[in-house]
């Protein structure tokens, strides 16, 4: 009778307790309830950021025209902005001016030289503001002098309304992009990404950590007599795996929670808010699951038949770097794809299984890859799951019971093919 049953629960319930289990999973549910608070709530955050008075002195050099009075100008049609000038000031006693009333800065104008001295130059909000308020004044400064009137200023800054609209060479008609939309997929796509990203390394230095922790204390050659090594193997990365899988769970049922919440309009009327809040689609939820659970058991084989290689916990990490490498790869060919989701290099990195976890799934998320594309990734990596757990068995069944001096590449490869 098969003991991967027992194997599973044994490695499910020595680590479902620990810490770094308990905190990953509190903050995956905190990821998923941010993305449906973030958007609206980095809004309010931007805004309260915007400081509510801003009051300069202004020092021009003489000359030909002046841009104080446009300055005053619209001190008087912005609330909140007050301007300052006394050309019996020297540029010390102005801003013993600003340091004395607490005032936002003093601004130096030379002909086409604009200075800012502030007592807090790292202010980028305050400075922002200043330099947009400083752009308005001298567009009307040009308008004058260029003899143009209010609506042909208005006129030449109009910006572009550009309309994106998406037609398959097949389709009659298009489906029109929200720029707001794209962005908020944008979001969900790195978070769910880096969490996909996250959970690979975590759970494959788990398993690879186990197989070495059991290996040097001896307690593999026992459990060998007993159970065959694939199924110690087996055992390992199904146990970890359901770790994760509950991990999901958890974060699958928060992440419908706030679905419903966010597309009934529950959250806003808690918290008192007018705006929409954002909901996370469900099939972009179960893609994120399917993708998670295939790029898990592709690389935890490997990590498993990586641990079995070592004599100690403490050469785990030489031999696992090059593997996360191949994840760290994968997550920045996905955050490449972000830019153009259908490039070739998306399409041929979504095909490749140690990238296809993350690139192919940041597609799904960010464009529409053709069904085909769709379908031949998971070929590729359900085959791919089959291929990597029959290679790491082979190596794993040997390289737990051998001691001493690390094998070599080519010894690993004569492992695989007795």
């Known amino acids: 009778m098969s003991l991967i049953p ?4 044994r490695e499910f319930t020595s680590r479902v307790k620990g810490p770094a289990y308990i905190i990953t999973t509190i903050l995956g549910v905190v990821v998923f309830i ?3 608070f973030l958007p609206p709530l980095m809004e309010r955050v931007s805004q309260s950021l915007i400081p509510a008075q801003i009051e300069i002195v202004v020092l021009e050099q003489p000359g030909e025209s002046s841009i104080l009075p446009f ?6 049609e912005r609330e909140g902005f007050a301007v300052y000038a006394d050309e019996s000031l020297s540029e010390s006693e102005a801003y013993r001016m600003v340091l004395d009333q607490g005032l936002s800065g003093l601004l130096l104008v030379d002909g086409p030289l604009y200075t800012l001295v502030t007592p807090d130059a790292t202010n980028m909000i305050l400075n922002d503001e200043i330099e947009n308020i400083l752009n308005l004044a001298v567009s009307r400064w040009n308008a004058v002098r260029l003899g143009l009137s209010a609506e042909d200023m208005a006129s030449l800054f109009r910006p572009v309304d550009l309309r994106v609209r998406e037609v398959s060479p097949l389709a009659e008609d298009g489906e029109e ?10 979001v969900l796509a790195y978070f769910l990404l880096f969490m996909i990203y996250m959970a690979l390394i975590m759970y494959g230095n788990m398993v690879a950590s186990g197989v070495a922790e059991e290996k040097s204390s001896r307690i593999m050659e026992v459990m060998v007599s007993t159970v065959k090594p694939l199924e110690l193997m087996l055992g390992k990365i199904i146990g970890v795996g359901s770790l994760g899988l509950l991990q999901f769970i958890i974060w699958i049922s928060t992440g419908l929670l706030m679905n419903t919440m966010g597309s009934s309009g529950t959250i806003g009327t808690l918290l008192g808010a007018g705006e929409s809040f954002s909901s996370i689609p469900l099939d972009i939820v179960m893609w994120f699951g399917l993708y998670f659970i295939l790029g898990y058991f ?5 990590f498993a038949a990586a641990g079995a290689l070592v004599s100690r916990v403490e050469e785990v990490s030489q031999v696992v770097s090059i593997i996360m490498m191949l994840i760290i790869v994968g997550f920045f060919g ?5 830019l153009n989701p259908n490039s070739t290099f998306a399409v041929v990195a979504s095909l490749v299984p140690f990238t296809a976890p993350m690139v192919m799934f940041s597609r799904i998320v960010l464009g529409s890859p053709a069904l085909i594309e769709v379908i031949a990734s998971v070929l590729i990596m ?11 068995g082979k190596i794993y069944s040997i390289g737990i019971l051998l001691y001493g001096k690390r094998p070599t590449l080519r010894q ?3 492992f695989i093919r007795n």
């Open 6 to 9: 027992v194997l599973v629960k």
């Open 34 to 36: 941010a993305l449906s």
């Open 71 to 76: 300055l005053q100008q619209l001190s008087e």
């Open 177 to 186: 992009l929200d720029s707001a939309t794209q962005t908020q997929a944008m």
């Open 298 to 302: 592709f690389y935890a084989s490997i």
């Open 334 to 338: 996905a955050y490449v794809s972000f």
């Open 382 to 392: 359900l085959a791919s799951v089959l291929i990597g757990a029959w290679v790491s």
């Open 412 to 414: 690993v490869l004569m």
